[in-house]
């Protein structure tokens, strides 16, 4: 669709937190859900962020677009005692008064129902950030994403007790996956006894590779589509 007709039907209130499941392999079960930002469009049709952000950046709203989806989010997830992550971009990490709101929101949250998720290539430019956000928010819980390899800020900041990091779904979608890099990160991950979860596992074949590689959590559409409810 182009962009003049998302911009037509762009307005902040139309924008929804869509539900996807990162799954505790072994058992089956939910561990905790990452909430997606939606555009509901006219007739019913979804727009995904790749097709708004743009909108987005243009008016300088991704603040807005945060604390909207955490709004949204919280009042869905509170008081159904559900675990919940929301992603914050480069451009949140940037925003002091954002992150001064959220260390004044959860620095005396006693459970870890709440989480963020940034990119690893945020990581690498904000670990000051994210630093600051664990020493002074302990429950908080932080997903580092889109992982594709060690590094030496991802193993110094998993010295920070983070609760998980993603795999990339292009690492574990490879038709020459680096097996050798994966194991690395496996172990990396026990090690500092944080979860490790597999993006985009979208058949049963990468499933199966996957739990064979030890990897314990995964998240992607074979498991659960993004939903509207829980």
Same mark, same amino acid.
């Given at each position: 669709?182009?962009?003049?007709?998302?911009?037509?039907?762009?307005?902040?209130?139309?924008?929804?937190?869509?539900?996807?499941?990162?799954?505790?392999?072994?058992?089956?079960?939910?561990?905790?859900?990452?909430?997606?930002?939606?555009?509901?469009? #006219?007739?019913?049709?979804?727009?995904?962020?790749?097709?708004?952000?743009?909108?987005?950046?243009?008016?300088?709203?991704?603040?807005?677009?945060?604390?909207?989806?955490?709004?949204?989010? /919280?009042?869905?997830?509170?008081?159904?005692?559900?675990?919940?992550?929301?992603?914050?971009?480069?451009? +949140?990490?940037?925003?002091?008064?954002?992150?001064?709101?959220?260390?004044?929101? /959860?620095?005396?949250?006693?459970?870890?129902?709440?989480?963020?998720?940034?990119?690893?290539?945020?990581?690498?430019?904000?670990?000051?950030?994210?630093?600051?956000?664990?020493?002074?928010?302990?429950?908080?819980?932080?997903?580092? +994403? +889109?992982?594709?390899?060690?590094?030496?800020?991802?193993?110094?900041?998993?010295?920070?007790?983070?609760?998980?990091?993603?795999?990339?779904?292009?690492?574990?979608?490879?038709?020459?996956? +680096?097996?050798?890099?994966?194991?690395?990160?496996?172990?990396?991950?026990?090690?500092?006894?944080?979860?490790?979860?597999?993006?985009?596992?979208? #058949?049963?074949?990468?499933?199966?590779?996957?739990?064979?590689?030890?990897? #314990?959590?995964?998240?992607?559409?074979?498991?659960?589509?993004?939903?509207?409810?829980?």
């Amino acid at each position: 669709m182009s962009h003049s007709r998302v911009e037509t039907q762009f307005k902040m209130e139309r924008v929804v937190p869509y539900f996807q499941p990162i799954m505790n392999l072994r058992n089956n079960r939910v561990w905790r859900y990452e909430c997606l930002a939606r555009l509901l469009g #006219d007739n019913e049709h979804i727009f995904l962020p790749s097709e708004f952000l743009t909108i987005v950046e243009q008016k300088n709203w991704n603040a807005k677009l945060t604390y909207h989806i955490y709004e949204q989010s /919280h009042r869905y997830c509170a008081h159904r005692n559900i675990p919940w992550s929301i992603n914050l971009s480069e451009n +949140d990490l940037n925003d002091e008064s954002l992150v001064t709101w959220l260390i004044r929101s /959860h620095e005396n949250t006693p459970t870890t129902l709440f989480g963020i998720e940034i990119s690893h290539t945020a990581l690498q430019k904000h670990f000051a950030v994210i630093a600051h956000l664990t020493e002074n928010c302990p429950n908080l819980t932080i997903i580092i +994403d +889109d992982v594709s390899t060690s590094s030496a800020i991802l193993t110094q900041t998993l010295k920070l007790k983070i609760q998980a990091i993603k795999l990339s779904g292009k690492m574990i979608n490879s038709p020459n996956i +680096d097996k050798k890099a994966l194991i690395e990160l496996v172990e990396l991950c026990k090690i500092a006894n944080t979860k490790l979860v597999a993006e985009h596992i979208e #058949d049963k074949s990468t499933l199966e590779l996957v739990t064979s590689m030890g990897i #314990d959590f995964g998240q992607g559409f074979y498991l659960s589509s993004p939903s509207a409810i829980v």
